[in-house]
T-cell receptor
């Protein structure tokens, strides 16, 4: 079945540093989404990407839809303590359903 | 506006009991989804509703799991004869028709089966 592989699994950074994480798949995706989940909460949609090569920003966050359609990247600039959480990539499931498949997440810790 | 709400936020039940989990989607969202998240894992799709119909229930792990949606709004996920492996966070999401991949999640129900 479809699998999304996220790396790294976890990151420990200092406040103010830039962060980069990625998501890869063995199959082609036509949509990529990035979510953030904080403890005890549901995932929050950060960025949605719909076109290969697309680069989209949301504040200090920038995400890119890889031109091969098999990967996507999320960058966070000038990290702050509230960036702490787990970042998930997601894409449409197979079979024409509206379901999403998710990666296992990248856990980000920001040291003040 | 109000987001997706779920109740209860936490549920502890004994093995073998039935449980019902409730989801109130964002007003006007026609699509509703249930996912399950086990500890340290990503989200696993369970079932999808468009209106009151469930075109995709392929993720339900066994016939002990069922879900319904009434009035195109509230949905209930029922787990019968709960097992310890059912322990997880159950997340509900909703979306607008035509923007189905942009799904908005509730806070989840943490289910613990003892």
């Amino acid at each position: 079945g479809q699998q999304l592989n996220q790396s790294p699994q976890s990151m420990f950074i200092q406040e103010g540093e830039d962060v980069s994480m990625n998501c890869t798949s063995s199959s082609i995706f036509n949509t990529w989404l990035w979510y953030k989940q904080e403890p005890g909460e549901g995932p929050v949609l950060l960025i949605a990407l719909y076109k290969a090569g697309e680069l989209t920003s949301n504040g200090r966050l920038t995400a890119q839809f890889g031109i091969t359609r098999k990967d996507s990247f999320l960058n966070i600039s000038a990290s702050i303590p509230s960036d702490v959480g787990i970042y998930f990539c997601a894409g449409p499931g197979q079979g024409g359903s509206e379901k999403l498949v998710f990666g296992k997440g990248t856990k980000l810790t920001v040291n003040p | 506006g109000a987001g997706v709400s779920q109740s209860p936020s936490n549920k502890v039940t004994e093995k073998g009991k039935d449980v019902e989990l409730r989801c109130d989607p964002i007003s006007g969202h026609t699509a509703l989804y249930w996912y399950r998240q086990s500890l340290g894992q990503g989200l696993e799709f369970l079932i999808y509703f468009q209106g009151n119909s469930a075109p995709d229930k392929s993720g339900l792990p066994s016939d002990r799991f069922s879900a319904e949606r009434t009035g195109g709004s509230v949905s209930t996920l029922t787990i019968q004869r709960t097992q310890q492996e059912d322990s997880a966070v159950y997340l509900c999401a909703s979306s607008l028709f035509g923007a189905s991949y942009e799904q908005y999640f509730g806070p989840g129900t943490r289910l613990t089966v003892t």
